[in-house]
Antibody, heavy 118, light 108 residues
Framework: QVQLQESGPGLVKPSETLSLTCSVSGVSISSYYWNWIRQSPGKGLEWIAY???????KYNPSLESRVTISVDTSRNQFSLKLTSLTAADTAVYYC????????????WGQGILVTVSS | EIVLTQSPATLSLSPGERASLSCRAS???????LAWYQQKPGQAPRLLIY???SRATGIPDRFSGSGSGTDFTLTISRLESEDFAVYYCQQYGRSPYTFGQGTKLDIK
């Protein structure tokens, strides 16, 4: 079955850059659309971005200036970089699979808690 | 962006009762591209309903979705103990994709 697993640091300092990776198993990353979503007590669930294996991307305008999403088809992984972190970026970050663009999220990773604090 | 407003914020019911959860959109949702997710503490959201009324794989038929335009409803016909959780609606018809703030279904 399809499984997704987030990895990365649990604690990052303000103004630094967050780098997260999602490892995908059970399906080729060369199909489907791959998403990052975060959840915080203050803002609830927030969609961040998606990428297709071709490299086609779409970002939430509220975060677009600080976010980069990329894919590594050889490793069946995709990644998120978020720059200029503040405490407001503290959240659980999820990766998720969608069957296409403008599509629901069919599979989710378990999530990784990222805390932004000095 | 499309804002989704869920009501009520909390719904207290007993096992065996019927639950109706509402999701209202600030603009019409394209092609009924609305999903419902269930989230339990410490877990990721789980897809229940997509395209407003289609059940995801493995979801019991006591869960049903309805609605179009700006008004959508998730109905749980007979609550079981494992159904007490937080439920979110999400629209994916127009980017940025957005979620409601959630309805907590708890045991009365």
């Amino acid at each position: 079955q399809v499984q997704l697993q987030e990895s990365g640091p649990g604690l990052v300092k303000p103004s630094e850059t967050l780098s997260l990776t999602c490892s995908v198993s059970g399906v080729s990353i060369s199909s489907y659309y791959w998403n990052w979503i975060r959840q915080s007590p203050g803002k609830g669930l927030e969609w961040i971005a998606y990428i297709y294996s071709s490299g086609s991307t779409k970002y939430n305008p509220s975060l677009e200036s600080r976010v980069t999403i990329s894919v590594d088809t050889s490793r069946n992984q995709f990644s998120l970089k978020l720059t200029s972190l503040t405490a407001a970026d503290t959240a659980v970050y999820y990766c998720a699979r969608a069957g296409g663009f403008d599509y629901h999220f069919e599979n989710w990773g378990q999530g990784i808690l990222v805390t932004v604090s000095s | 962006e499309i804002v989704l407003t869920q009501s009520p914020a909390t719904l207290s019911l007993s096992p065996g009762e019927r639950a109706s959860l509402s999701c209202r959109a600030s603009q019409s949702v394209t092609l009924r591209y609305l999903a419902w997710y269930q989230q339990k503490p410490g877990q990721a959201p789980r897809l229940l309903i997509y395209d407003a009324s289609s059940r995801a794989t493995g979801i019991p038929d006591r869960f049903s979705g309805s609605g179009s335009g700006t008004d959508f409803t998730l109905t749980i016909s007979r609550l079981e103990s494992e159904d007490f959780a937080v439920y979110y609606c999400q629209q994916y018809g127009r980017s940025p994709y957005t979620f409601g703030q959630g309805t907590k279904l708890d045991i009365k």
